[in-house]
């Protein structure tokens, strides 16, 4: 198992008057080459989740494996741990420091020892993997860059690892609609062609929907759902009550069948119903 969580609980400000359990009784297993979003109201969960994936913060009670080692094990290397999974923080471009952007993704695998022909080869094929020309960015300060471009540096910071697991938080925050889209098309990219495992922490349901193959739905520091997107949004009335909706197409497509069309309402990306709204119609014709 590559990721494993058991029986976690976290507390913020435990033992006094503020304690908040922000995790409660999380089991989770995460296996190779997922394409993963985790999603909830504010305050679930979400984040914190995420964080005790590499050891960033660790489990009042429980634990978290990764390949089979605890990582509050005294024999756990949270060096490696933290290469393994790979964490995108939100707004992760305001951790950009260096003056080059061949720099700054070169920062981690220069810390990790490796040659300089090595860290040569993972910059450039990291810039590759989020859309960036090595020629053309290569020697550009990242300050001088879109926000969409600054955020694409961030992941090719954390692929130059070579992570088994890419884990990001929030990824399309601020970021107006094309550059949304470019980050996204380039992660469905990364997890095609690496073929690692792909979180994302989102608020979007229409991103999450037509982009992952697994949803995991916290609540109040607990994991509410787990389950396909489409199991997922057909709980429409429950992710309500949660703070949370399914996307605005598959009310769309409810609201049609109840309207007497003979379509199928268990759709929740936009060009699913293109497809069934043309075959009704190509249907409605013949018959009339």
Do not use: C, W
């Not at 296996?31 to 050891?55: C, D, P, R, V, Y």
């Not at 290469?83 to 695998?109: A, N, R, W």
């Not at 938080?169 to 094309?178: F, I, T, V, Y």
Request: glycine share 8%.
């Amino acid at each position: 198992m590559l990721l494993e969580l058991k029986n976690v609980d976290y507390y913020y400000n435990r033992g006094t008057p503020f304690e908040v359990k922000a995790l409660d009784n999380i089991n989770l297993k995460i296996n190779e080459g997922e394409f993963i979003a985790i999603i909830g109201h504010t305050g679930s969960g979400k984040s914190t989740l995420i964080q005790q994936f590499n050891g960033l913060v660790f489990p009042d009670e429980g634990e978290v494996l990764v390949e089979g080692q605890s990582t509050k094990s005294e024999k756990a290397d949270l060096t490696l741990v933290r290469q393994k999974i790979g964490l995108v923080f939100q707004y992760p471009e305001y951790q950009l420091f260096e003056d080059t952007i061949e720099k700054d993704i070169s920062y981690g695998p220069r810390n990790l020892g490796l040659s300089e022909e090595e860290i040569a080869i993972r910059v450039k094929d990291s810039m590759q993997r989020v859309g960036l020309d090595y020629e053309i960015f290569k020697d550009k300060s990242p300050f001088d860059l879109s926000g969409g471009e600054k955020r694409r540096v961030a992941i090719a910071g954390i692929l130059a690892m070579n992570p088994d697991v890419l884990v990001l938080d929030e990824p399309a925050a601020g970021l107006d609609p094309s550059g949304r889209d470019e980050i996204f098309d380039e992660l469905t990219k990364i997890h095609k062609n690496l073929g690692i495992t792909v979180i994302i922490v989102s608020h979007s349901m229409e991103d999450v929907a037509r982009l992952v193959d697994r949803i995991i739905v916290m609540d109040h520091g607990k994991v509410a759902m787990d389950d396909i997107p489409m199991e997922i949004f057909k709980r429409d009335d429950e992710l309500i009550n949660m703070g949370l909706r399914a996307p605005v197409i598959r009310s769309f497509m409810k609201l049609l069948k109840s309207r007497g069309m003979d379509i199928s309402d268990e759709i929740i990306v936009v060009e699913d119903a293109k497809i069934e709204i043309e075959r009704y119609l190509d249907m409605r014709d013949k018959n009339a």
